[in-house]
């Protein structure tokens, strides 16, 4: 069965460095999301992403936060300037449709910043 | 506010039918999602819709506003965390804040 794939599955990171979290979404798929989960809390919205931009952002996702595609398989977070606050589980999925059919999601990245 | 409510823990004995209850306050959603997450795993998409569904021991409810998951002769192997989530078309989802399920053999 296809899989999303993320690595690192662990970032340790000192504040105020930058992190890139990559994906590798399944191939065929179109729609590319970034979520979040801080330790005890819920799984937030981050980013989604279609046809090259950025189709939707939550309010976390701000001027620190950037996405890309560089080279058509791989779909990477970069968080420029890390806070203590972005210590989370970040987890990257993909789907073939808007999201009808629900998401593939990848094991995520545990990031600890210290 | 766009919120997905789930309690937060539910407790059964094995081989019971547990049932997990969502609802949702997410502007324009009418797709259910529930997703069962083991940790250091990815979340595993169970069963999905807009209708009543049925995928092996796992049955989705559906309303416009709220669904259960129920897990048939549920055994210990299925403690883990549920998540609810709902969309709509072409949205993103909106996430429960998950329910573990505890099972007591």
């Known amino acids: 069965e296809p899989e999303v794939t993320q690595t690192p599955s662990h970032q340790v990171t000192q504040m105020g460095q930058e992190v890139i979290l990559r994906c590798v979404p399944i191939?065929?798929?179109?729609?590319f999301y970034w979520y979040r989960q801080i330790l005890g809390q819920k799984v937030e919205f981050l980013v989604s992403?279609?046809?090259?931009?950025?189709?939707?952002k939550s309010e976390i996702f701000d001027d620190q936060f950037s996405v890309e595609r560089p080279d058509g398989s791989n779909f990477t977070l970069k968080i420029r300037s890390t806070k203590l606050e972005d210590s989370a589980m970040y987890f990257c999925?993909?789907?073939?449709?808007?999201?009808?059919?629900?998401?593939?999601f990848g094991s995520g990245t545990r990031l600890t910043v210290v | 506010k766009d919120q997905v409510f789930q309690p937060s823990t539910v407790a059964s004995s094995e081989g019971a039918v547990v049932e997990i209850f969502c609802n949702h306050s997410?502007?324009?959603?009418?797709?259910f999602f529930w997703y069962l997450h083991f940790p250091g795993c990815a979340p595993r998409l169970l069963v999905k819709?807009?209708?009543?569904?049925q995928q092996g021991r796992y049955n989705m409810t559906y309303e416009r506003f709220s669904s259960s998951l129920l897990i048939l002769q549920v055994r210990e192997a299925d403690a883990a965390v549920y998540y609810c989530a709902c969309g709509a078309a072409g949205n993103k989802l909106t996430f429960g804040g998950g329910t573990r399920v505890l099972v007591k053999p």
């Open positions: 819709g807009s209708k009543p569904s």
């Open positions: 191939s065929n798929h179109l729609y």
């Open positions: 997410v502007s324009n959603a009418y797709n």
């Open positions: 992403f279609y046809n090259n931009e950025i189709s939707e």
């Open positions: 999925a993909s789907t073939s449709t808007g999201g009808d059919y629900g998401y593939t």
